[in-house]
C-alpha cells in the first residue's frame, strides 16, 4: 500500500496562520465596516479623479494646473448629484404614481387570479394575502434607516476624500522613503499602476455599457408610456456598477411596475423582452470586446467577490466587489507565495493584463511572478 504524503509541518503552520488570519481579517473588515466604506468609496474616488484628470490634459486645451481642479470639480458634483437623485427621484416615484398606487391591489388580485388559472389553481390568493404575510412597516423603517445612512455616509466620505486629497503631494516621497531601491520602487509603482489601470477600465467600461443599456431602456419605458421613465433610467444605469444582481434588477424591475401600471400584459412583456435583448447582447458581445485583458477576472470570482463583500458592507461592498477583486489579484501576483491564488483569481490563468505584443515575461530573481523588463527611473 502507498504511503500518504508527507507533508511538512511547517507548511501546515503556515496554513493555519493564514487561515486565521484570513479569518481575522474578514471579522475586523465586517465590525469596522461603518468606518472603512466611507474610506473605500472615498479612494475610489480618488481613483476616479485621477482617471479624469488625465483625460481632460490629453483631449482637453485645458491647462495642466488647472485639470485637477476640473476633474476634482466633476466628480464631486457627481457624487452629490447622483446621491440627490436617488433621494428626491425615490420620494417623487412614490408621490406621483398616485394613479399606480390606487390600482395595485385590484391589479395584483387580477394578476394572481391569471396565474392561478393558468397553473389550474381553484382559490387563488389576494393582494391582501400576500400583504399580512409581509412586514411592511419593519421594510418602510429599514428604508428610512438606509436613505439616512446614504446621507450621513455621503458626508464622511467627502472628509475622507478631502483628507487624502491633501495627503497627496507627500505620497511619491512616501513611496521613494518606502523603497529606497530602483527596483523595488519600480515593482511598487508598478502594481499602483496595474491597480489603477483595472479600477479605470473597469469604471469606463460599465459606464460606456450602462450608456447604451440606458438608451435602449429610456426608449422603450417611454413609448409604452411607463411612469417615471427618467427615474427608472438612472436607476438602471446605477445598479449596472453591480455585477451580476445589476443585471437582473435592470431586466425585471420596470416590467414589474408595468404589470401594476397597466391592464394588459402587453407593455410589461415588451419591456421584459426589450431589455432582456439589450443585456444580453451587451453583456454577451460589447462588454466582452471592451473588457480584453483588463478585468482577467474569472466570473466564479466575480459572483464570489459580489456575495463576501455583500455580507460584508453591504451595498457599498457590492458596488467596490469587482474593483476589489481586481485589486487583490494584483498584489497577490506580485508574491511567490500567494501568486497560485491570483492564478485561480484571474480568467484564463495570466494574472498580468499584459498589452497585447508585449515581450515575454522573465523570471524575478527576488521570487515574485514573472515581468517584462523595462527601464527604471529615479522617480516613482
Known amino acids: ?42 479612494i475610489f474616488l480618488l481613483i476616479m479623479i485621477d482617471g479624469v484628470k488625465r483625460a481632460i490634459e490629453r483631449r ?25 437623485i436617488i433621494i428626491n427621484g425615490a420620494a417623487g416615484f412614490f408621490s406621483e404614481a398616485s394613479g399606480v398606487t390606487a390600482n395595485i391591489g385590484p391589479r395584483i388580485d387580477q394578476i394572481l387570479a391569471d396565474v392561478s388559472r393558468l397553473f389550474g389553481v381553484a382559490t387563488p390568493p389576494t393582494a391582501m394575502d400576500l400583504i399580512n404575510g409581509i412586514d411592511l412597516r419593519g421594510y418602510l423603517t429599514q428604508m428610512a434607516f438606509q436613505v439616512q445612512g446614504i446621507a450621513s455616509g455621503a458626508f464622511f466620505v467627502l472628509i475622507y476624500l478631502g483628507f487624502l486629497l491633501a495627503s497627496q503631494a507627500g505620497f511619491r516621497k512616501k513611496i521613494v522613503g518606502m523603497f529606497p531601491e530602483r527596483t523595488s520602487r519600480s515593482e511598487a509603482v508598478e502594481v499602483f499602476g496595474r491597480v489603477r489601470s483595472g479600477v479605470e477600465g473597469y469604471l469606463w467600461i460599465q459606464a460606456v455599457t450602462g450608456v447604451m443599456i440606458c438608451a435602449v ?6 413609448a409604452v408610456g411607463l411612469q417615471n421613465a427618467e427615474f427608472w433610467t438612472f436607476v438602471i444605469f446605477i445598479v449596472g456598477f453591480i455585477p451580476i444582481l445589476g443585471g437582473a434588477i435592470s431586466g425585471l424591475a420596470p416590467p414589474l411596475f408595468a404589470l401594476v401600471q397597466f391592464d394588459s400584459y402587453g407593455p410589461a412583456l415588451i419591456l421584459l423582452v426589450g431589455l432582456q435583448a439589450i443585456l444580453f447582447i451587451v453583456g454577451n458581445w460589447i462588454q466582452p470586446r471592451m473588457q480584453g ?53 484571474s480568467g484564463d490563468g495570466e494574472p498580468y493584463a499584459e498589452p497585447r505584443g508585449a515581450k515575454a515575461e522573465t523570471p524575478d530573481p527576488k521570487g515574485r511572478g ?11
Open 370 to 380: 514573472g515581468r517584462s523588463q523595462k527601464p527604471v527611473s529615479d522617480s516613482p
Open 60 to 84: 482637453t486645451p485645458l491647462p495642466h494646473r488647472f485639470a485637477g481642479a476640473a476633474a476634482l470639480i466633476l466628480v464631486v458634483l457627481g457624487f452629490f448629484a447622483s446621491i440627490a
Open 1 to 42: 500500500m502507498k504511503s500518504p504524503i508527507a507533508v511538512p509541518a511547517s507548511t501546515v503552520s503556515r496554513n493555519a496562520l493564514v487561515v486565521l488570519a484570513v479569518v481575522a481579517g474578514g471579522a475586523a473588515l465586517y465590525w469596522l465596516r461603518d468606518i472603512l466604506t466611507p474610506l473605500a468609496m472615498a
Open 293 to 345: 485583458d483588463n478585468q482577467n477576472i474569472d466570473p466564479v470570482v466575480v459572483l464570489l467577490s459580489l456575495a463576501l463583500w455583500g455580507h460584508l458592507w453591504g451595498v457599498i461592498g457590492m458596488f467596490l466587489s469587482t474593483p476589489l477583486a481586481v485589486m487583490a489579484m494584483a498584489i497577490l501576483a506580485e508574491f511567490k507565495g500567494s501568486r497560485w491564488v491570483a492564478v485561480l483569481l
Open 217 to 222: 431602456a429610456w426608449g422603450l419605458m417611454k
